[in-house]
């Protein structure tokens, strides 16, 4: 018989509060983006206190300074994430409902198009205040993983973004549409891989440290882009990976394309995932393997 872990009864909400004949909840999703960013502005302020980590010994920006790139930030995070899920994953739908659009609290984000924003974001904020601009990268680069961490788990919590069927024995049965019956040969419970536990472990978890340890050890803020590198080429591998496992896009599935695939030929494809990661992995890579001058500021 398949071992099968039932998925733990957690509750989205953290806790609600009826006010002015409205309910006010915080979720386990919200709380992970502001404990995210409390994590990264710390983070950033702490690199920022310490010259010893930059080149000529002295930081881009002042620490003071984090707090009002956190705001340009968030910005492009949810109009970057939010347009480039209309745009990458289901540009048909909103091309007929154009008005949906604003509606976020529907769901809808897409992580690569919350990176877009974020790099518009810091290029703005950084020629507006003559600040070097692959610095700043490495900056938000050594930052970001402790958030992404968090908003898997809270994906999980969820019950969202939840793999294939699988029959191993860490297969999680989901509640809700998750919990559908994979097949015969699965049994009448659905168990799924926990991607959202893979990608919380590999984008968050290992990609963090290993920056945190680059920063703080290996000098790595002494090289303009490898830390703006690592995390693109880290980030773009690792959700290669787990998009093998994560549960394909229901708007890709269709007859002759069970799994979910954005390209596809012969039978051989790459699920709209991979697609945008594979920029990802060929620019992280170039950042990260170039060699220049400690001393080039590259503003």
């Not at 998925?7 to 509060?17: A, D, L, M, R």
């Not at 995070?77 to 007929?96: D, E």
């Not at 030929?265 to 890579?285: D, E, K, N, R, V």
Request: overall charge positive; hydrophobic content about 50%.
């Amino acid at each position: 018989m398949q071992a099968i872990i039932h998925f733990p009864e957690i509750s989205p909400e953290i806790f609600s509060i009826p006010l002015f004949g409205m309910e006010f909840a915080l979720r386990w999703y919200a709380l992970a983006y502001i404990a995210g960013i409390i994590i990264a502005w710390r983070l950033a302020v702490l690199a920022l206190n310490a010259p010893q980590l930059w080149p000529g010994q002295k930081a881009p920006m002042r620490a003071e300074q984090v707090e009002d790139l956190l705001t340009w930030i968030i910005i492009g995070v949810i109009l970057g994430g939010r347009l480039g899920f209309v745009l990458f994953y289901q540009p048909g739908y909103y091309l007929t409902h154009p008005a949906e659009i604003l509606r976020i609290w529907q769901g809808g984000m897409a992580f690569h198009g919350g990176l877009i924003g974020v790099i518009l974001a810091c290029w703005a904020y950084a020629r507006r205040h003559g600040i070097s601009k692959i610095q700043m990268a490495d900056l938000v680069a050594y930052t970001v993983p402790a958030g992404l961490l968090l908003g898997r788990l809270a994906n999980f919590i969820n019950a969202e973004l939840w793999g294939r069927p699988t029959d191993l024995p860490w297969g999680v049965a989901f509640p809700g549409q998750a919990a559908q019956d994979c097949g015969q040969a699965l049994g009448a419970l659905c168990a799924r891989h926990p991607s959202q536990l893979y990608e919380a472990a590999m984008e968050g978890l290992i990609l963090g440290l290993l920056l945190i340890w680059l920063t703080w050890r290996r000098q790595s803020l002494q090289h303009p882009g490898l830390n703006l590198g690592v995390f693109l080429a880290g980030y773009g591998m690792a959700r290669f990976v787990v998009e093998f496992f994560r549960q394909p896009d229901a708007q890709f599935v269709s007859l002759g394309n069970p799994l979910g695939l954005a390209w596809h030929m012969g039978g051989y494809g790459l699920t709209m995932g991979q697609i945008l990661s594979l920029p990802m992995i060929a620019l992280g890579l170039y950042f990260a393997l170039r060699r220049k001058p400690k001393q080039d500021q590259m503003v």
